[in-house]
C-alpha cells in the first residue's frame, strides 16, 4: 500500500502528538509500550499507552479503502519507517518517560503484532535489513579463520 505524502504527515502529527503528553513532565513516567492500532475496516489510528489511555487518534481514508490482506506487514514497515525518522530528528530524546519503552503495533483485538521501535539509552535495535545476508559473511569469516 501506497500512502499519500498527506496521509504519512498526518500519521507523524498523531506520534508527535501522543508522544508530546510526555514531554515536559516534573518526573519521569514509567511507560513500558506505546501501542499503535491501525484499523483496516474504519481506517482510524488509535495511539494508547499501558493502560490503555488514548493519546492520540486519527483516520486514514487509504486504510478504510484498502481491502489487502498483508495489511499489518504494510503498516509495520510505514510506521517503522516512522518512527526511526522521528528517532533520529531526536523527538523522543526530551520525553519525561523511563527507558527503555517501545512501540508496538497492535491488532484490533490489542495483541502485539510487532515491536515497532525499542527506545533505549544503551540498546541500538538492528533491522532485518541490515541483517540480511550476515549469516553467510559470519560462515565464511569463521572458515577463513580457522583454516589459518
Known sequence: MKLSQQSL???EKAIQK???KYAGLPE???VTDIHLQPNQ???DLIIFDDEDKELACISIEEWANDDSDDFYEEMQHILQTLLSKLKEEGTFDRLAIMTPYNFVL???DKETVAELLIVDDDTLIVNDDLLKGLDEELDTFLKDLLNN
Do not use: F, L
Open 106 to 108: 497492535v491488532d484490533e
Open 9 to 11: 504527515s498526518a500519521i
Open 18 to 20: 501522543a508522544v508530546n
Open 41 to 43: 475496516n474504519s481506517g
Open 28 to 30: 519521569q513516567s514509567i
